[in-house]
């Protein structure tokens, strides 16, 4: 039995091992493309005619502060129409409504369509739109976005190079320092955009379009077979046809486009989970297309990366679980070679610390202050395992579930409050119970550490009982939180 734990073990941490130091990849590309600028080779020359789309469900808290930044974007009128595409069931819609007379008056060309269905959520709201859509560029903002006023004026002069499909600004974050869970996924998506996109970018590797604060062609969106409802990442799936089919991404960045984090564990919680499902169904559907295609041999690898990292979360999740055990194991047999060999398992944290560092270095004066955060950072990951491993089995058993939008608030600053709003979801799910379990599992694996004192594997044991630890007791704080 000891020695069957042991190889589950081994393969779970060869796995991690194996992800976690791509980290060292993309900061071998990430030196070595430092002074590659993206720049505009051929400019724009004349301002095309742009159809801004705000795909909305449920949104009154930020409806009007959507449209109302939208509306102030520097762009002629005569060349600029906006579409609120709202699929909304609340009082949404007569938020909306209201907001756009006003805009009509003030002689905005913006149009409120209302399909009457969800069918195809997010992706059947987009390519409904795009149908009717009279710009030559579509860009596309969600509701918890506020863009600033020169955005079409920093990603329109791309378009000068007919091979461009698409165009993606970096995410800011206007609430990353409203709580420890907005600074740690402020960390987080920095990492993805400074180091990620920014990386593969110039490197000539697939991006994605990240499903907002981007500007497509519109021939682009309608070559590689316009917007499919079959994942829940259509803005990855749509991606990769384009760049399958030629197109070519741009990423800036230097420009950004600021945005509402998810306040409270559960909004969170529900993002991850299809970002996480929606990226394993993609991967099912994309990579053979991937493989089968032209493209050079280490886009290829890169891709194959980027569309099945998610499949690290069950080996997470298997590896918090047989850690404890493997205490116990250690101290009763001649197991020590083992565990000698498990240790170079540190070079994949020494590979993620440094990915999330030179992000925040990249970007940030008070880089020293974000970065010590990552410890936590690292700790609420291993706490999503239970999450996002059933994401990616759902996903890999071809379970189809609805899109769950990611709630938003208006929640900008310590003035501001997610608590008595509409929207919080106060449901005690049954992985919430499950991370509980892990919580005092995994404490039980602290205790044992310090017992035997086998203070290499505290470091680990303590990651996974402090992560599950906070995703479950956030999770039943918030659902007996008042209303």
């Not at 080996?315 to 918090?320: K, P, R």
């Amino acid at each position: 039995m000891d020695e069957i734990v042991l190889i589950a073990y081994f393969i779970s941490l060869f796995i991690l091992f194996v992800f976690g130091l791509h980290g060292f990849t993309m900061l071998f590309y990430y030196r070595k493309t430092k002074d590659v600028k993206n720049v505009p080779l051929n400019p724009l020359k004349e301002e095309g005619n742009v159809t801004i789309q705000l795909p909305l469900y449920n949104e009154l808290y930020v409806v009007e502060r959507l449209i109302d930044y939208v509306c102030a974007i520097d762009y002629p009128k005569d060349k600029l129409e906006i579409q609120v595409l709202d699929d909304s069931t609340d009082e949404t819609s007569q938020i909306a409504a209201k907001k756009i007379d006003e805009k009509k008056k003030e002689g905005f060309d913006i149009v409120h369509i209302r399909r009457g269905t969800r069918e195809g959520f997010k992706a059947g709201a987009l390519k409904a739109g795009l149908a009717i859509a009279k710009g030559e560029y579509v860009a596309i903002f969600d509701a918890d976005f506020a863009p600033k006023k020169d955005f079409l004026k920093k990603t329109l002069p791309f378009f000068g190079d007919t091979k461009v499909g698409m165009v993606q600004t970096r995410w800011e974050h206007l609430n990353g320092d409203y709580s420890l869970l907005t600074k740690a996924q402020a960390l987080a998506l920095d990492g993805h955009f400074v180091i990620e996109q920014n990386v593969r970018n110039k490197a000539g590797f697939f991006i994605q379009f990240n499903g907002t604060g981007g500007i497509w062609r519109k021939s682009c969106i309608v070559d590689a077979g316009n917007w499919h409802a079959d994942t829940l990442t259509e803005d990855m799936d749509l991606s990769y046809r384009a760049q399958l089919n030629g197109w070519r991404f741009v990423f800036l960045k230097e420009e950004t486009s600021p945005a509402e984090l998810p306040s409270e564990i559960n909004a969170l919680k529900s993002q991850q989970f299809r970002w996480t499902k929606g990226a394993i169904e993609t991967s099912k559907k994309i990579l053979p297309l991937v493989w089968k295609s032209k493209v050079p041999f280490r886009v290829k690898m890169q891709a194959t990366y980027h569309l099945t990292c998610n499949l690290a979360y069950p080996f997470i999740l298997l590896a918090a679980i047989l850690s404890v055990p493997l205490v116990f194991i250690k101290n009763s047999g001649p197991h020590e070679l083992y565990f000698a060999v498990s240790s170079v398992f540190i070079l994949a944290f020494i590979s993620t610390f440094l990915f999330y560092l030179y992000a925040q270095k990249d970007i940030r004066t008070d880089w020293r202050k974000k970065i010590v955060l990552y410890p936590l950072f690292m700790a609420g990951s291993m706490g999503f395992a239970v999450n996002n491993s059933r994401a990616v089995i759902e996903g890999l058993l071809n379970r189809k579930s609805e899109f769950v939008r990611t709630p938003k608030f208006k929640v900008v600053d310590n003035k501001d409050s997610w608590s008595n709003k509409k929207y919080v979801n106060r449901k005690i799910e049954l992985s919430v119970i499950v991370e509980l379990i892990m919580a005092v599992y995994c404490f039980v694996g602290v205790v044992a550490s310090i017992y035997f004192l086998e203070l290499a594997s505290l470091p680990f044991q303590l990651l996974f009982c402090v992560g599950f630890s906070i995703v479950s007791i956030s999770s039943l704080k918030q659902a007996y939180s008042k209303k």
